[in-house]
Every structure is written in structure tokens, then in C-alpha cells.
T-cell receptor, first 112, second 111 residues
Framework: DSGVTQTPKHLITATGQRVTLRCSPRSGDLSVYWYQQSLDQGLQFLIQYYNGEERAKGNILERFSAQQFPDLHSELNLSSLELGDSALYFC???????????FGQGTRLTVV | GESVGLHLPTLSVQEGDNSIINCAYSNSASDYFIWYKQESGKGPQFIIDIRSNMDKRQGQRVTVLLNKTVKHLSLQIAATQPGDSAVYFCAENERGGKLIFGQGTELSVKP
């Protein structure tokens, strides 16, 4: 158990809908990363937050947004969902930037 | 652009043999590198890391080598076991910024 908690574990939704994925980082970790992993693909970096502020951005679609709250948990919002958004979404946390990141078990999103 | 890639997508080894998984990175400004192991249906698990001021680091049965001259990273697993079967990713980090992952190498251990 990495100490990073993601909910829900599975999510099935229809195209055009909006969903929110939640991540609770390890206790004391200030940095949160979000990644997308499609079938047989690597981990695509979406966005990073550090202590509530956006720190780095990857190839995150405009339909996607994220935030980190004062209690350091983070949410990834995916809207106007398309079939191609079906993937595993991982959250990771680290105590600070430039350190190892510990991953949650992921949320498997299926868009039908 | 920045990228981290792996030389071999799959690697099959006999139980007890040593495994070597390679990774090339393109961002010369990267100063921190990590190897992760991902088993089916699970999140990536931290294995070992190395900073750019080092060229070798050892853990339990694993060794990471960093060659900054050719921008190459490798993970060596000694006495590979069936439980080592997984996909292995290298990742690079530039001065505390985003952590970029390579494609992954699938390691298969034959009993």
C-alpha cells in the first residue's frame, strides 16, 4: 500500500458526461501528479500540483481540469467525455518536487 | 521535444538469470531518474532512483546505472524471480518539475 488513495476504483459513464476523480496523497506529501494510461500505453503526464498551486502541465486536454485543495487532496475533472478518454487514471504524490512519487491504484474509466 | 524511451519493449529471461532493462532519455537537463515496476492492474511501484551526480546506485537485488554522456539509464535485476515479471518504466525529472515516463519494457520470467 503506497498510502495514496484514489476513488472511485472503477467508473463507467456515457459519452458527453462529466466525471470527477479524487486523490488523497500520502500524509504530508505536498506534490500531486496526475497521469493517464491507455491500453498498452505508457504513463502520460497530465498535470502536477504543489501545495495547492499548479506546478507543471503536460498534454492535458482543455476538457480536463484539476485542482489541489487546502487539505492537499486533489481532483481531476473530465468533461464532454469521449470514447477515447477510456483509460486508467493515476494519481501520485511526493513529499516535495524532485523526489520519488508514490502512486495510487488508479481509477479505471470506461466511456461507453 | 523531451522524451524518455526504452530500447526493448519485451524481455524474456530464465529464472535465476540477471536482467538488464535499458532506457534512453533525451533531456540533458534532467537531474533525477526513477525506475518503476507495474504489475497488471496495479499502480506503478517505486523501485530505485538516482540523481545526476551519481553514476551507480544499488538496492536490494537491483542496480541502476546512469551514463550522462550518452543519456542512458539501465536497471539490473540480479537472480530474477517469477515475481519480477511486470512492466518496468524509467522516468526522468528536471529540477523538480514534471516526471516524464518512458514507454515501458515488459519483463517475463520463465521458470
Amino acid at each position: 500500500d503506497s498510502g495514496v488513495t484514489q476513488t472511485p476504483k472503477h467508473l463507467i459513464t456515457a459519452t458527453g458526461q462529466r466525471v470527477t476523480l479524487r486523490c488523497s496523497p500520502r500524509s504530508g506529501d505536498l506534490s500531486v501528479y496526475w497521469y493517464q494510461q491507455s491500453l498498452d500505453q505508457g504513463l502520460q503526464f497530465l498535470i502536477q500540483y504543489y501545495n495547492g498551486e499548479e506546478r507543471a502541465k503536460g498534454n492535458i486536454l482543455e476538457r480536463f481540469s484539476a485542482q489541489q485543495f487546502p487539505d492537499l487532496h486533489s481532483e481531476l475533472n473530465l468533461s464532454s467525455l469521449e470514447l477515447g478518454d477510456s483509460a486508467l487514471y493515476f494519481c501520485a504524490s511526493s513529499p516535495r518536487t524532485g523526489r520519488e512519487a508514490f502512486f495510487g491504484q488508479g481509477t479505471r474509466l470506461t466511456v461507453v | 521535444g523531451e522524451s524518455v524511451g526504452l530500447h526493448l519493449p519485451t524481455l524474456s529471461v530464465q529464472e535465476g538469470d540477471n536482467s538488464i532493462i535499458n532506457c534512453a532519455y533525451s533531456n540533458s537537463a534532467s537531474d533525477y531518474f526513477i525506475w518503476y515496476k507495474q504489475e497488471s492492474g496495479k499502480g506503478p511501484q517505486f523501485i530505485i532512483d538516482i540523481r545526476s551526480n551519481m553514476d551507480k546506485r544499488q538496492g536490494q537485488r537491483v542496480t541502476v546505472l546512469l551514463n550522462k554522456t550518452v543519456k542512458h539509464l539501465s536497471l539490473q535485476i540480479a537472480a530474477t524471480q517469477p515475481g519480477d515479471s511486470a512492466v518496468y518504466f524509467c522516468a526522468e525529472n528536471e529540477r523538480g518539475g514534471k516526471l516524464i515516463f518512458g514507454q515501458g519494457t515488459e519483463l517475463s520470467v520463465k521458470p
